[in-house]
């Protein structure tokens, strides 16, 4: 179980530079054998989103081969009925198959808790990083990581996913060809189900508990709405002030409800409100407000931007993506770690994600507003 349904929609920069981003990703040309790389996958029973990342594997024709680090055997089975004969090797040590296997790239699904070790591990074993997020309970131990990764000039891709989906490319170019103007304001919604929260499953997963998942909805959800509110504007989140709370009464050690201000670098402001509210299903927003007009990203729209100018209306541009959100994304990080593409994020950007995340849960603790450096 790994309390996300992020994947269920399309919804979840410089604008040439994001098209070919997706151009890559998507891109259905065989690769030549020695552009191929072989990647590790490392997890354990708790790692989330096992079966769309072996999947995504099972599809990306650059990654040749596949070996797992399964400590607890639970991912093996899986492993196999997706990857077929791709998977070559299954470990219970992930230290003994960095050593022995020597893979481009490592993909990590692991606790958060767990996730600076796994990273680090593998950045000294020379492997470029896809990490499930928020892969720490600290933006100090994500820093180190990113100055690592910089230092020994390998990737380190955090797995925000929804940066590739067309509507939010058709976003990021809206605003870089200045098609609404100066931002001033961003409203960002995401809601899910309360249900998850009262299944004695999820009360027992680490999910469930702070100090190994690092936070909540915030944390797990909402970090897709902050990078996607910076990944499209250009500008970096600079302050945070709110409030989290578990307001479902639930017996969890995290928050189910966040209310957060912000203000980005470039003077606009904006809010989230980011819960697990429902009893089913979903809901989500991401609204930029600009001098021009307006566009929005909405999950009643699916794959499809809303834009509005003060001079011609409203427009809306749609699109058909290739496949789903993680599989294009995980095909990008490959690509990228096999020298044939940019990374669909950068470990800056991964770490200004974090960051946000984690000054916010500062801010609500504090009662003040908090500065993200």
């Not at 230092?151 to 170019?173: C, I, S, T």
């Not at 699916?302 to 001079?311: D, I, K």
Request: glycine fraction near 8%; hydrophobic fraction near 45%; charged fraction near 20%.
């Amino acid at each position: 179980m790994n309390g996300e349904s992020i994947n269920r929609r399309s919804f979840l920069g410089s604008a040439a530079a994001s098209v070919a981003v997706i151009a890559a990703a998507q891109s259905a040309a065989e690769p030549a054998p020695e552009r191929r790389i072989k990647v590790a996958v490392i997890t354990h029973a708790g790692g989330a989103h096992l079966g769309a990342y072996f999947n995504a594997l099972a599809q990306t024709a650059e990654a040749e081969s596949v070996v797992l680090a399964d400590p607890d055997g639970n991912a093996e089975s899986g492993a196999r009925a997706a990857l077929g004969e791709k998977l070559t090797r299954v470990y219970q040590d992930w230290n003994e198959l960095l050593s022995a296997e020597k893979p481009t790239m490592a993909l990590i699904s692991v606790e958060a808790r767990l996730g600076p070790e796994a990273i680090d591990a593998a950045l000294d074993a020379g492997c470029h990083v896809f990490a499930e997020k928020p892969a720490c309970v600290n933006a100090e131990d994500f820093a180190r990581l990113a100055d690592k990764a910089d230092a020994k000039g390998l990737h380190l891709m955090l797995a925000l996913a929804n940066r590739l989906n067309p509507d939010v490319q058709e976003a990021k170019r809206a605003v870089a060809e200045d098609r609404i103007g100066k931002v001033y304001g961003v409203d960002l919604r995401l809601i899910e189900d309360q249900t998850r929260l009262t299944r004695p499953e999820y009360q027992q997963s680490w999910f469930a508990d702070k100090a190994r998942a690092g936070g909540g909805h915030l944390a797990w959800l909402g970090i897709h709405w902050l990078d996607l509110a910076m990944y499209i504007t250009g500008a970096s989140i600079g302050q945070v002030a709110g409030f989290t709370g578990n307001v479902g009464g639930q017996p969890i050690n995290i928050e189910d409800a966040v209310a957060m201000s912000l203000r980005f670098d470039n003077g606009a402001v904006g809010t989230l409100t980011s819960g697990y509210y429902r009893d089913k299903g979903s809901e989500s927003e991401i609204k930029i407000w600009g001098s021009k007009g307006w566009l929005l990203l909405a999950s009643d729209a699916p794959n499809t931007m809303r834009l509005y100018s003060n001079a011609s209306g409203i427009s809306d541009v749609s699109g058909t993506p290739e496949s789903d959100a993680y599989t294009t994304f995980v095909r990008a990080a490959v690509r990228a770690s096999a020298g044939l593409q940019v990374p669909p994020i950068t470990a800056r950007e991964s770490l200004r994600a974090v960051k946000t995340v984690y000054r916010a849960y500062a801010a609500a603790e504090s009662g003040m507003t908090v500065r993200v450096e």
